[in-house]
């Protein structure tokens, strides 16, 4: 439990797509609970809102482990985005990190990111901020440990066996190897998050400056 109107589904295992299916099949169940007034999915956990403190945790948490466990993969087709990345500069200075870490090249790095597809987890850490599954593991950095105090939006970002974009200007720990153009959140826009879960990504380099 958090709190006495909230529970954090935590589910276990690695961050695949299959554990991610089944928390967004997880997350579909849950919606048909009269007790559940909203529900935000993560990177394989799932919290629920309570409408009032249930009368029996330990019934709800049942209830979720042996949906977890009997419940088959939900796939969700979402719209497909294509980002031009401009690699390497200023706004990408953590890509020799990357290198230095992978004990690859910057060419071999830019390369294996976009010739990935990703798919975005989950919406969350800042609004507008995908989580995104599909980092080829020979790019997989973990972030840093002192982050960046000013890391612009639309930075494209690896943070361990993560990607993503960064949605909001400030302080951020992942590595940053490019930048887009492209804002993936606008507060005056409806819906003001421009991913949504279930979308998918691809990147292609619109310039590198090594």
Request: proline share 8%.
């Amino acid at each position: 439990m958090i709190g006495t109107r909230a529970m954090l589904f935590e589910a276990p295992g690695d961050f695949t797509m299959a554990h991610q299916r089944r928390v967004w099949a997880l997350m579909d169940a849950a919606q048909a609970r009269p007790d559940v007034c909203e529900l935000i999915p993560g990177v394989t956990n799932l919290m629920l809102i309570f409408s009032a403190p249930p009368d029996s945790p330990q019934a709800v948490a049942d209830w979720l482990c042996h949906a977890w466990n009997t419940l088959p993969e939900r796939h969700i087709e979402g719209k497909l985005f294509e980002i031009g990345v401009r690699y390497g500069g200023a706004l990408g200075e953590d890509l020799a990190a990357v290198c230095a870490h992978s004990g690859l090249s910057p060419q071999d790095v830019i390369s294996i990111h976009h010739g990935s597809e990703y798919t975005v987890c989950a919406i969350g850490s800042a609004p507008g901020f995908g989580y995104l599954h599909g980092l080829d593991p020979r790019i997989a950095t973990p972030r840093k440990t002192v982050p960046s105090l000013n890391m612009q939006a639309g930075t494209v970002i690896i943070g361990g066996m993560q990607a993503g974009i960064s949605a909001l200007t400030g302080p951020n720990g992942w590595n940053s190897i490019g930048f887009t153009d492209l804002r993936v959140f606008d507060p005056y826009k409806q819906p003001p998050a421009l991913f949504a879960v279930g979308d998918r990504i691809r990147f292609y380099p619109e310039s590198i400056e090594l």
